[in-house]
């Protein structure tokens, strides 16, 4: 009997690791077959971790585009083109994605498309609402009239318990002390997402910390590094540990929602100091996991999230309180599927 091929639709890394989990598990009785957008190191990492998965079929499709223009051509109207060929040649049951493209050639071919999100605004989510069979939103506590939510943030599907164990041995490797020293990222404000957003938050923060504390720093434009402090520690681009450097953080700033997402599921207080408004952070906020600041506001807060006891043992039971509050996104995505083809 011929397998049934799942299609999976990744755009950047964050897609990659909310779906990572049930790529691996759909593997053994399914052909799946994965499409990246060449995008920084997302094609890189996946090759690196399920390149040499049997029963998974990985290509290239498109590619990011940092100015208005190629975003709007190449990374949406030529990448639907090229998405529309490849289906018709693989002939997919089912795709699961995250962005609007995937939905409109499910609907163009006439297969079932199922869709992920945590963002209900814009144009994006109007798209996959109309095209998609399946829509639904990773926003915990929230009911929006009209809209399918899950009880759980995307992040839950790499970083619950079952799937993420911190190493220790990271913090070694950059000569660091558990839980004395704050994590710092810098997003990359020219992509659709952060569009309006000012570049380099982080930046206009200042941030200072005691003596007793370092700093690292996660760059996504690298050739910025310049502009920050010469002390800061700068996070390698190939690290594969970089969940447990946030997991031991006394405090994580970030100018992207993801990563003060990815700080506060593993119970690390996070300062969120982007423009972005998502109904996926309210959770974290309501829980005192996450603070949503201006860049003027960032180091009168951190000075008192870092005299706050830190220790595994605090950490621990907040992931266990979430997790007996939160559904496991991969079981309703393996759930789902079943129930569809």
Known sequence: MKRKRIWFDIGHLAQYNFYKQAIVQLSRGYDVYVTLLDRGSLCRIVLQEIGNIENVVISTVGKHCKTKTGIYLRTNIVRIIELIIYAKRIKPSTVLSNGFQTAF???VLGFPGI??????????SKLKGKFSSYSQYCIPDVCLPGIKTIQCPKEWAYLAPRYFTPNQDVVSKYGLKPFKYVFVREVDTRTTNYSGQKQNAVLRANVE???DFQVIISLEIRDQRNLYPDKWLTIDQSEKDIHSLLYYSAATISSGDSMAR???ALGVPSI????????????????SLMRHLSVEEVNGELLKILTLPAATEIRERTRLALERQWIDPTVYIMDLISKLI
């Open 262 to 264: 990815e700080a506060s």
């Open 105 to 107: 050639v499910s609907w």
């Open 209 to 211: 910390v005691p003596s």
């Open 272 to 287: 969120y100091c982007g423009q972005r408004i998502m109904m996926a952070n309210a959770t974290f906020i309501k829980a």
């Open 115 to 124: 869709e992920f999100g945590d963002d209900v605004r814009g144009i994006d």
